[in-house]
């Protein structure tokens, strides 16, 4: 073979022709990995995988729950937006058959009266939800026009496929008293 003879008209060398190195880096030069450290690299693999796969199935699940759950939102909003517009009988009309078998709307009316921070509803927050066959249960707070916070909690039912509170609980946020300095020791 000539020292001008083109590269793809020559014979194939040996790596013995070649001086005993393999024709390019790292063929069969390289030492090869370890079989654990392979199954390692696609256990990591499939770990990753199922760890994506996972966080999709649990994002679409919240998904579907917030979907399902934002009629039984829209009435408890329609409710809180009636009693603080003074429409008590819309906002009667929202409840179950149920809850209005069991109080007529003057007494409705009454509680309403002992209830003051009903009619200031300012800003209504529902932070949690749970729907599960065609019953929902719904966590929030809301504000009166001072700012004080006041902790709901909303029970609905579906009836006719429409959304209708079942019930619903009203907690004052009382502020914890100041500390009793009776109970401390000086030293």
Known sequence: MSAWQSPASSPPQTDAEVGGLPAYPGAR???????????????????????IVALICVAGLLAIFWIQSQGAV??????AAAIREGQVERA?????DDYRATMSLPMFRRWLRRQPPLGD???LRIWGRSVLWGTAILWGSFQDEV???????????????DWRIESFQVRADVPEPLPNSERFHYI
């Open 29 to 51: 030069g390289r030492r090869r990995a370890s079989p654990s450290a392979g199954r390692f690299h696609h256990a990591a693999e499939i770990l990753w995988a199922g760890t």
């Open 147 to 161: 700012g004080h916070s006041y902790p709901v909690r909303y029970s609905l039912v579906r009836e006719n496929g």
């Open 121 to 123: 509803i300012q800003n």
């Open 92 to 96: 009667y009309d929202l409840f179950s």
């Open 74 to 79: 829209a009435i408890v909003r329609a409710q």
